[in-house]
């Protein structure tokens, strides 16, 4: 990290605490404001997940941290691990209030019903009815209660206060002017005089108590279960990981261990129905891997020797034997672990700001309920009205969902799009995408396989085409260049002989005397000098070329016999994916280091509206600056090292995830998959993630800036008041937790268009005649 005061580098360490009894967002920026007052310390606090996240000089001491976490009221503890995949602490936080919910609600329907009553029609009182009130309320304002007072407690032995302070307050008030009201009220109402005055209201509160305590109960029972779906996503993944693993010994028998202790180059097992284990080389065997919940992908990837395996996906059938590459933390697997961790753990600006908000709201409100009983004891003289109004104050007020809105939906979106192989880096990818207009695609490994493939054999008249690519495979065979193992590859089917006496002709092609005859394969100017073509290779050759392919020729014992092309083919997923964004009103570009007529032959099959060739990968991230510069938000899809500065310098950068570190740490968004049909899924899950957020922020804004003036004016009852605040946040994560049946959000295109599905405006799908960039080529 540099120091933009002195140019100095300062080292940081990430530390990350796991903070517990964090009732709402004012806790969270409590705690956060106790972190950051350390020297060296940039912390950040996320509510919805417990965990703070902290950028720490060297010399910092975690446990110094979790102590001083500790004294502002919050037990903390430094994380060394990702989640296992069977805490699950709010699942357990849920079952305990559903508990305290049963017996609230079983004590507060009769309380209700005696309490209307009693009030309605005195004539119906009996000796000792105010006893039958209090035992039936006691329950419910104490044990039922009890994590409200407690949280309360604690925060103000240590000088605090959060939402719980309020509830617990609200409920106290609540039940001790009941008590008043129903014991001594009586020889209050005999005695003339001031105290009277003020003291002689009707009310009974003892409903209210109980009943806010059931209406709050219940949104903190809903909002953990919510919570604790909204986790699944990242609990079903951790839960992937093998717990325990066969390994080979030397003297070839299987000894089996904890997965913790397997080690890089150490060989094990995988049967059918078992998860591998760690990243690895197939050594032996073959088998049907589901990589479903690393990539997506639905349809299973056949493994053998030499193929690459990654932990965490399963083996459907056959049996496996695996060289181990990468163990641990460095596996694919714990890399998406930490990818969706550290999207959960980021804040946007607008979150940042809600936990300001949170951090004053508490006192803040106290003061206004002070103001509100004041207000009204002094206008009306009307105890029952200030009281009741005070109360209202007290328990609407309520800052958890402002402090939910955004990392409820964040931890729901990165745990969904984690399972479509799609993973946010954080709010970073949200910020960008609301305004992106402009999607660039590097070509090679990202619109293109990445690897040439035969794609055409022509043969002159008198020969069979069969007999012509095996001898040209043949003599390829001893060879290593990209086209000879393509036209390999190709001739699989074929049976090969075997090649002698080859050489190499480097930069040309390549010869040998296949089954007694002597086989040329490589440029045709090469091939054909001083033979004669035929003109049906010399239009292969033209037609290849045009398209963009590497045309080779062929000729056995001096004649010219055949033209092979070969190319790096289009992905499948390319045309449809390009043709989706392009809907949606993106521009596409390709800026690709390729000569331009090969360039331009894929950009014409795919649909990219501009090509711009022969650009070194510095000229990458100027195209982008010009495009910037033209008010342009430009996406960039890119996996290779090349594409790194790119990926950095847009708006917004997608990796494709078995791209280059250096790629995938550059982008914002990893794309797992191959496909490029998860580039517009993408997008969408951004956007829809993003639109969540907005609405989440909207009503718990509006909800709180609109709630407490009609609290204070005396037209809330305190009841309903505790039933809409309990209503707020359960709104906030419920509507998070939409974000979990995503799949492909259905974008409507229009200029200047707000689409009400993702809160995105519409830009216009008309392509400038001219060239947005200069050099196109």
Request: with cysteine; hydrophobic share 50%.
């Amino acid at each position: 990290m540099v120091d933009s005061d002195n140019d100095s580098v300062h080292e940081v360490r990430r530390i990350e605490l796991a903070v517990s009894g964090m009732s709402c967002a004012a806790c969270a920026s409590r705690v956060e404001r106790t972190l950051n007052k350390v020297p060296g310390v940039r912390a950040s606090v996320n509510f919805a997940t417990g965990v703070a996240t902290i950028d720490a000089e060297p010399a910092v001491d975690s446990g110094e941290l979790c102590e001083l976490v500790e004294q502002a009221g919050y037990p903390a503890s430094e994380r060394t691990s990702l989640p296992d995949g069977l805490d699950d602490p709010e699942s357990d936080r849920a079952r305990s209030l559903f508990r305290r919910l049963v017996v609230a609600i079983v004590l507060f329907v009769p309380l209700a019903d005696l309490s209307i009553l009693f009030a309605t029609m005195p004539g119906t009182r009996f000796p000792g009815w105010q006893w039958l009130l209090v035992v039936l309320a006691a329950p419910v304002v104490t044990w039922a209660a009890w994590p409200f007072h407690r949280v309360a407690v604690k925060n103000l032995r240590h000088g605090g206060a959060s939402m719980e302070t309020l509830i617990s307050t609200g409920i106290t008030a609540a039940t001790l002017w009941s008590l008043y009201a129903i014991f001594w009220r009586p020889r209050a109402a005999a005695e003339p005089g001031v105290w009277h005055a003020i003291m002689g209201a009707d009310s009974i509160y003892l409903e209210v108590a109980a009943g806010v305590t059931v209406f709050i109960l219940a949104g903190r029972y809903f909002e953990a279960r919510a919570k604790s779906k909204a986790g699944g996503a990242l609990r079903a993944l951790a839960a992937l990981g093998a717990k325990d693993v066969s390994v080979v010994l030397a003297d070839g028998s299987e000894l089996r261990i904890p997965v913790s202790e397997l080690k890089e180059q150490q060989q094990f097992v995988v049967r059918p129905g078992e998860t591998i284990a760690a990243d690895g080389l197939v050594v032996s065997g073959q088998a049907a891997v589901d990589m479903s919940a690393m990539t997506g992908e639905a349809q299973p990837v056949e493994a053998g020797p030499g193929s690459a395996v990654v932990g965490g996906t399963l083996a459907l059938d056959g049996r496996l034997v695996v060289e181990a590459a990468a163990v641990g933390p460095d596996t694919q697997f714990a890399a998406m672990m930490r990818l969706v961790e550290k999207a959960q753990s980021g804040k946007a600006d607008a979150q940042r700001l809600a936990d300001r908000i949170a951090g004053v709201f508490v006192p803040v409100v106290f003061a206004i309920a002070a103001v509100t009983v004041a207000a009204w004891l002094l206008m009306a003289g009307d105890v029952d009205r200030a009281i009741s109004a005070g109360l209202a104050v007290l328990v609407i007020a309520c800052p958890c969902a402002l402090g939910l809105a955004t990392p409820t939906a964040l931890m729901v979106a990165s745990g969904r799009g984690a399972q479509l192989g799609i993973f946010l880096k954080g709010h970073q990818a949200l910020d960008a995408v609301r305004n992106v207009d402009t999607v660039i695609f590097d070509k090679t490994g990202t619109i293109t396989t990445g690897q040439l493939t035969m794609t055409a054999v022509s043969v002159a008249a008198g020969w069979e085409r069969d007999d012509v690519l095996a001898a040209a495979a043949a003599v390829e065979s001893a060879s290593e260049h990209a086209v000879a193992i393509a036209i390999v590859r190709a001739a699989q089917p074929l049976s090969l002989s075997e090649v002698t006496g080859f050489r190499s002709a480097v930069g040309r092609g390549a010869s040998g005397v296949v089954d007694g005859r002597q086989v040329e394969v490589g440029k045709p100017a090469w091939v054909a000098r001083n033979r004669e073509v035929p003109r049906e290779l010399v239009d292969a050759r033209h037609r290849g070329e045009a398209s963009g392919q590497t045309v080779v020729f062929v000729s056995i014992d001096g004649v010219v016999c055949g033209s092979i092309g070969v190319a790096d083919v289009v992905k499948d997923s390319a045309a449809a994916a390009i043709r989706e964004l392009r809907e949606r009103g993106l521009r596409t570009l390709m800026v690709t280091g390729d000569n331009p007529v090969a360039a331009q032959s894929i950009a014409d099959q795919v649909g990219i509206d501009e090509v711009i060739a022969e650009v070194l990968p510095d000229g990458k991230v100027a195209v982008i600056d010009q495009l910037q510069a033209r008010g342009r938000i430009v996406a960039m899809v890119g996996d290779g090292i090349n594409d790194g500065p790119a990926l950095a310098s847009a708006d917004l950068g997608l990796a494709i995830g078995r791209g280059t570190d250096v790629a995938i740490g550059a982008a914002d968004i990893i794309l797992v998959r191959q496909s490029l049909e998860t580039v517009p899924q993408a997008l969408a899950l951004a956007r829809a993630t993003l639109h969540t957020i907005r609405v989440n922020m909207v009503w718990a804004f509006g909800y709180n800036i609109a709630a407490i003036p009609i609290a204070a004016a005396g037209l809330l009852n305190p009841l309903i008041a505790g039933g809409v605040m309990a209503f707020s946040s359960f709104f906030v994560v419920s509507n998070s937790l939409r974000l979990r049946s995503f799949a492909r959000a259905d974008i409507a295109s229009g200029a200047g268009r707000l689409d009400p599905a993702t809160g995105m405006t519409s830009m216009p799908t008309s392509v400038d005649p001219e060239s947005e960039v200069l050099g196109r080529q």
